[in-house]
């Protein structure tokens, strides 16, 4: 399973741009990467997930290079109730989404 | 989306006890799996659990310390047996399942963990 690498911590201010980028250099062929959010007291929640080049919903939009070895978790505007801990994750559904945890990014906003 | 409830949401418990933990799953799942999250840490994974077999565990976790139950696609249970203070945690239970979209290997479902403190 890869090993993923994100700043421990970032700070922003209400209305920003943030971008959180993750390294992932011994990524597989196979592994797709996936973003989870996590607030205190509460199970991670999926946010978006891409294999290569952009992916876009209502909530984030990821960039993968070409060669899949990063990828940036882009939050648009964000808000106070953003503030949580990112989880960069890659994997396969071939390997039984045993999916391992690495130390994720607290990302703060400030008003 | 699968919809998980955890009992209990948190409980104190004395050094030497153990505690069930349950995890009841909305919809059928084959694969349920248990995570533990140190006060400030990331997650780590405890153990896989599939119907009908015994749960796969993780580099230092043993079945005698985190007996696992899986008696049905819905349900789960995790047992911390012998509790000590270092077991103070909170134990999460995940499910995997699709996005429904292409392309996209799914995600995963967690409940909202059961936060144990030990004395």
């Known amino acids: 399973l890869a090993k993923t690498t994100q700043p421990i911590s970032m700070d922003s201010y209400e209305g920003q741009e943030v971008n959180i980028t993750c390294s992932h250099n011994n990524i597989a062929t196979n592994d797709y990467i996936t973003w989870y959010q996590q607030f205190p007291s509460q199970g991670p929640r999926f946010i978006i997930q891409g294999y290569k080049t952009k992916v876009t919903n209502e909530v984030a939009s990821l960039f993968i290079p070409a060669d899949r070895k990063s990828s940036t978790l882009s939050l648009p505007r964000v808000s106070l109730s953003d503030t949580a801990v990112y989880y960069c994750?890659?994997?396969?559904?071939?390997?039984?989404?045993?999916?391992?945890f690495g130390a994720g990014t607290r990302l703060f906003v400030k008003a | 989306s699968a919809v998980i409830s955890q009992k209990p949401s948190r409980d104190i418990c004395q050094r030497g006890t153990s505690l069930t933990i349950q995890c009841q799953v909305d919809?059928?799942?084959?694969?349920m799996f248990w995570y533990r999250q140190q006060p400030g840490q990331s997650l780590t994974l405890i153990a896989t659990?599939?119907?009908?077999?015994?749960?796969?565990?993780e580099s230092g976790f043993v079945i005698d310390k985190f007996p696992i139950s899986r008696p049905n696609l819905t349900f789960s249970t995790l047992t911390v047996s012998n509790m000590s203070p270092e077991d103070s945690s909170i134990y999460l239970c995940?499910?995997?399942?699709?996005?429904?979209?292409?392309?996209?290997?799914?995600?995963?479902?967690f409940g909202e963990g059961s936060r144990l403190t030990v004395l």
């Open positions: 919809s059928q799942v084959t694969m």
């Open positions: 659990a599939n119907q009908g077999s015994e749960a796969t565990y």
């Open positions: 995940s499910v995997a399942g699709g996005t429904g979209g292409l392309g996209t290997v799914g995600e995963l479902f």
């Open positions: 994750l890659v994997g396969d559904s071939g390997g039984g989404f045993k999916t391992i």
